[in-house]
């Protein structure tokens, strides 16, 4: 019998939970990969509380439970989770551990599934619990899994190769990188778990997760410059066999934790923020010296050779005609009150569809009007879905998968008729000047992302005002759209990658907001390549070459708080616009577009 109700699932997951003697149990967001989006057979926190954000956690006690999200889901998860069944706990002032160790009564077992959590977490948790006299145990199968009847199965969509001509790179060459790494540190091998990272490896992609193309599977890279690919068989086709070649064995995924198990006396790397814990039970279990280092395949494929620089530019400027079509579009439309949320998201799929070459969005857009402007992460569904009232503003935050490139894209704009307020007005000009003081500007090599970040907020923090998100995440090729290591942050903020250094060929968002709860929400996103800088300099500079297209909002633009710099930047940045979409419209498209690009 299916159970249709939050309360009963809780209740049927305590009852399992007694069953396996366990007094509790952790519930992440997460795979087995550790991944930022998530299939449907691993959505087991949405399936058991109704939290539909992509980044929080449930622990589950006998007698009480508790979310455990942070500030860009305060409201969400109040509006998905029913408060009588889970108290509200906010990260990272609390954490599940903690409040486990406050809650749980000594002697109590807690339960946890070793394939969907990290080793650091895993590790802090049982030197907490250890001081309240609490034991953390690896669960023998997931009891949730036991209990939810109609859980989807794991994708089974064929594994593609993706062209050399779009990767600029073999994957043979790649794999001889990795290989010289492993020879050079002495190192036997190394456990590739991360899904994006298995699919730069093998110049792979997949559908098995939304919007990240890529296949559920594991590597074991080896210092020879072979490899094991760890896959369903059914997802193995003729082509995939061909592509990958003799030096790339391909197991069953299921053959994974006993190929772990296999490699006593071998020296393996393993990469503690991308692999879950049971990885290194299993390497430990086998009798593997295990040395955790960073996973040898983010840096490269952080920095992107020509091809991927090129393809990411022709994507852009495919992508850049679609939300111009968009926009038009909209500022027809909305101003009569006959368009929602959901419906403007819809169209604007639609526009990017239009071309043929879209693969997926790089995420679930963000379509949010008036109040829901004012949520940095809102998501748009069927519940909350609102009308986008004519005379307020607008938010869309959205991004495209192409075979040459990953797009994302904010803008902001106000739907008619009438005007912004003031107060709008000089909210978005501050904006505007902190994403251009950080497009324009130049830094030596070795600079970090968090030195970067005031630069985005001066503006802001000089009017009194600031944003609770990072300034800028790095986004990958054809993969996933929040790609590190690279970020632009506060320093020593809850999010890594802030203090690595920025190396030419790195792609970033320049994204700055503001946010008024309750009201109306403003936010300006491009994305940038990290280049040689082009000045004379002592020592070697870098700056940024923007990469998105599409016009800005004039009417939410005070000419008189701008800079002769700044206004020389509208001006040229549009100019831009003009040459690089005016080829690709015709019509009514074609005259609004030379309309938003004239002079400011």
């Given amino acids: 019998m299916l159970m249709q109700t939050y309360e009963a699932r809780l209740d049927g997951l305590r009852k399992e939970l007694g069953k396996r003697g366990l007094d509790g149990f952790v519930i992440p967001i997460s795979d087995e990969h550790m991944s930022e989006y998530v299939g449907s057979?691993?959505?087991?926190?949405?399936?058991?509380?109704?939290?539909?954000?992509?980044?929080?956690?449930?622990?589950?006690?006998?007698?009480?439970?508790?979310?455990?999200?942070?500030?860009?889901?305060?409201?969400?998860?109040?509006?998905?989770?029913?408060?009588?069944?889970?108290?509200?706990?906010?990260?990272?002032?609390?954490?599940?551990?903690?409040?486990?160790?406050?809650?749980?009564?000594?002697?109590?077992?807690?339960?946890y599934d070793a394939w969907l959590h990290g080793i650091g977490w895993t590790e802090e948790a049982e030197k907490?619990?250890?001081?309240?006299?609490?034991?953390?145990?690896?669960?023998?199968?997931?009891?949730?899994?036991?209990?939810?009847?109609?859980?989807?199965?794991?994708?089974?969509?064929?594994?593609?190769?993706?062209?050399?001509?779009?990767?600029?790179?073999?994957?043979?060459?790649?794999?001889?990188?990795?290989?010289?790494?492993?020879?050079?540190?002495?190192?036997?091998a190394t456990v590739i778990s991360a899904l994006d990272s298995v699919a730069w490896l093998l110049n792979m992609r997949g559908t098995d997760v939304d919007n990240t193309p890529v296949a559920l599977s594991y590597v074991l890279a080896h210092s020879d410059g072979t490899a094991e690919l760890f896959i369903a068989p059914d997802k193995v086709t003729p082509e995939l066999t061909k592509h990958l070649g003799n030096a790339v064995?391909?197991?069953?995924?299921?053959?994974?934790?006993?190929?772990?198990?296999?490699?006593?006396?071998?020296?393996?790397?393993?990469?503690p923020?991308?692999?879950?814990?049971?990885?290194?039970?299993?390497?430990?279990a086998g009798g593997a010296t295990i040395v955790r280092e960073a996973d040898p395949t983010v840096l490269p494929k952080a920095i992107k050779n020509p091809a991927e620089q090129q393809g990411q530019r022709d994507a852009q400027a495919r992508d850049g005609?679609?939300?111009?079509?968009?926009?038009?579009?909209?500022?027809?439309?909305?101003?009569?009150?006959?368009?929602?949320?959901?419906?403007?998201?819809?169209?604007?799929r639609e526009f990017r569809e239009a071309g043929g070459v879209l693969k997926d969005a790089s995420f679930d857009?963000?379509?949010a009007a008036g109040p829901h402007a004012a949520l940095p992460h809102y998501k748009v569904d069927e519940d909350s879905n609102i009308p986008i009232p004519p005379s307020s503003i607008y938010l869309v935050d959205s991004g495209g998968q192409y075979l040459d490139g990953t797009t994302d894209i904010t803008r902001t704009v106000w739907v008619g008729p009438g005007e912004p307020s003031a107060e709008m007005i000089e909210r978005n000009t501050r904006v505007l000047k902190g994403h251009i003081q950080l497009d324009m500007q130049k830094f030596p090599e070795r600079t970090t992302g968090g030195a970067l970040d005031a630069l985005a907020r001066m503006h802001l923090w000089n009017g009194g005002v600031d944003y609770g998100h990072g300034t800028g995440h790095g986004v990958g090729s054809y993969l996933s759209v929040h790609e590190g290591p690279q970020r632009i942050s506060k320093p020593g903020g809850a999010f890594p990658g802030t203090e690595t250094e920025l190396r030419e060929g790195m792609i970033l968002s320049n994204e700055p907001g503001y946010y008024k709860a309750g009201h109306y929400g403003i936010r300006i996103e491009n994305l940038v390549l990290v280049v040689p800088a082009g000045i004379e300099s002592e020592g070697d500079y870098l700056g940024f070459e923007t990469l998105t297209f599409v016009p800005l909002d004039r009417k939410l633009v005070d000419k008189d708080l701008l800079s002769p710099a700044e206004i020389g930047w509208w001006n040229d940045y549009h100019a831009k616009v003009w040459n690089i979409l005016s080829p690709q419209l015709e019509g009514e498209d074609l005259a609004w577009l030379e309309t938003e690009c004239a002079p400011l």
Avoid: C
């Fill in 321 to 348: 005609a679609a939300v111009s079509r968009f926009l038009r579009w909209l500022s027809i439309e909305a101003p009569k009150g006959g368009v929602d949320e959901l419906a403007a998201a819809a169209k604007l």
């Fill in 41 to 111: 057979y691993a959505q087991r926190l949405k399936w058991l509380t109704g939290f539909g954000g992509s980044a929080g956690s449930a622990a589950v006690l006998k007698d009480k439970a508790a979310m455990f999200t942070d500030g860009r889901y305060t409201v969400q998860v109040r509006e998905q989770v029913d408060g009588k069944l889970y108290d509200y706990e906010d990260v990272p002032a609390t954490s599940p551990a903690r409040w486990i160790a406050a809650n749980a009564p000594a002697g109590a077992t807690i339960g």
């Fill in 365 to 367: 857009t963000i379509s």
């Fill in 128 to 188: 907490l619990f250890a001081k309240k006299g609490i034991a953390l145990v690896p669960v023998d199968g997931n009891p949730i899994d036991a209990i939810w009847d109609d859980r989807p199965e794991a994708s089974l969509a064929a594994a593609v190769p993706h062209a050399d001509e779009h990767a600029g790179r073999s994957s043979a060459d790649k794999r001889a990188e990795i290989a010289d790494w492993l020879k050079n540190e002495g190192y036997d």
């Fill in 249 to 271: 064995t391909v197991r069953e995924r299921s053959a994974f934790e006993p190929a772990l198990a296999n490699l006593k006396g071998t020296s393996v790397a393993v990469d």
């Fill in 273 to 284: 923020k991308h692999a879950v814990a049971g990885i290194f039970h299993a390497l430990e």
